[in-house]
């Protein structure tokens, strides 16, 4: 008896195995990436697969929005895209919305590219991440790598490989429509929003990068969000143009306060998080180092109006420096990526303003009188104590002490005296006029 069921029970074990798997609802893991491609971006769509290969998700879904970014980041999340087990969907949307450079290279590597009405892809041309221009030969080099980098992934896929190198080479870009309407085409459908692509896309067979074949059984699926972790919010956000803009000029500010006024601790504290801060953002940036070094070099002429008599030449100098570096800083076209004149205007009249008013201060301590030692006691009001001949001496009480005094002129007992001379711990002394 004991025997019989030992070998019915491996039967029923898998028996209950298979029933259990077959009532199982199948995972689909959904993400948003809406912003510049980078490393941050990268760490969370590579993360993002790997929970959804953990979790053995049917499809992984990205919602994706971005006017480019960085090759290097582009060429981390597609090399994730390739080796997942999870299928991996790469949905350009809402309406309206676009997947520009980095974007288009990412879409053409997914599993499954999908587009809303009213979206484009395309513009994939590369230039240098940090704004500074090519000559024609490395451009080329740029370009015919990058090309030959979008053929691959389009081969691979099966799509349209003229049309993706034209993306490359001439920057040319397309709607859903034209991608979709293309022979072969360039995306695999269009769907509405992300419930209408995993309708779609239920029971349809797709070929992964390997070649393998897969058929999404999508059903009933249950649907779940992954969201960046708060450390990638944070870094995402400071990875915004006009966020790298206050902290650079925050940072600067903080740390030209600091050197004012050594000791002061926190403007120094401040300023330097900041600047360090915002150095991470700006080497994710199309960044001008001449807009940079134009911002610097307006602090430094702001400092010196009040140093150096110009008559104000040196402000307007400052003023200008500070405008036009800010509107150099970032060397895109791209309207994403553009800092705006409703921010530079009031932070440069703002830093401006606050940078010539701290620096007065500063000139205005510097020039009052000395409150200690001799030049402390000159002007010092007091009291006769006792009376003191014309080159005689005598006591007076001045700033809480006593002192003994002389005088050029007649003291009476009680007098009011004026300070005028210190000479060891005998003061010179007189009426006030």
Known sequence: ??????????????????????????????????????????????????KADAEGAALIVFTLKTPGGLLDSTRDINNAIIAAKTPVAVFVGPAGSRAASAGFLITM???????????????AHPVM???????????????????????????????????????????????????LGAQPPLIDLVASNVTDLIQKLDGRTIKRFNGSSVTLALKD?????????????????????????????????????????P?????GVVG????????????????SYAGVL???????????????????LLAVGGIASLLFGSLMLIDSPLPELQIGLRLILPVVVTLSALVLFLVTLGLRAQNQPS????????????????????????RVATHGEIWSATAVEAIRPGDAIEVVGVNGLTLTVKRPA
Request: charged share 15%; hydrophobic share 50%.
């Open 221 to 261: 699926a249950d649907v779940r969000y992954i969201e960046m972790t708060l450390a990638q919010q944070i870094l995402s956000a400071i990875a915004h143009p006009q966020i790298a803009y206050l902290l650079l000029t925050l940072g600067t500010l903080g740390l030209t306060i600091e050197l004012w006024s």
């Open 109 to 123: 590597a997914s599993d499954v590219a999908a587009m809303a009405p009213g979206t484009h892809i395309g513009a």
């Open 263 to 267: 000791g002061a601790v926190v403007p």
């Open 1 to 50: 008896m004991s025997n019989r069921w030992l070998l019915i029970a491996p039967g029923l074990i898998a028996a209950l195995v298979s029933v259990s798997a077959a009532d199982r609802r199948p995972v689909i893991e959904t993400a948003t990436v809406d912003g510049i491609i980078h490393p941050v971006s990268s760490e969370f769509m590579k993360s993002a697969i790997a």
């Open 272 to 287: 330097g998080i900041c600047l360090l801060l915002a150095f991470f953002a700006l080497q994710v940036l199309p960044v």
């Open 371 to 394: 409150v200690t030692g001799e030049s402390g006691m000159l002007h010092a009001p007091g009291q006769a104590l006792t009376a003191i001949d014309p080159g005689g001496v005598g």
């Open 294 to 312: 134009l911002i610097l070099l307006g602090f430094l002429l702001l400092v010196l109006e009040v140093k150096v008599t110009s008559h104000g």
């Open 129 to 179: 991440g940090n704004g500074e221009k090519v000559d024609e030969v490395m451009g080329k080099k740029m370009a015919s790598d990058t090309a030959a980098y979008a053929r691959t992934l389009a081969t691979q896929r099966g799509r349209n490989v003229p049309l993706v190198e034209q993306a490359v080479t001439e920057s040319r870009s397309f709607t859903e429509q034209e991608a």
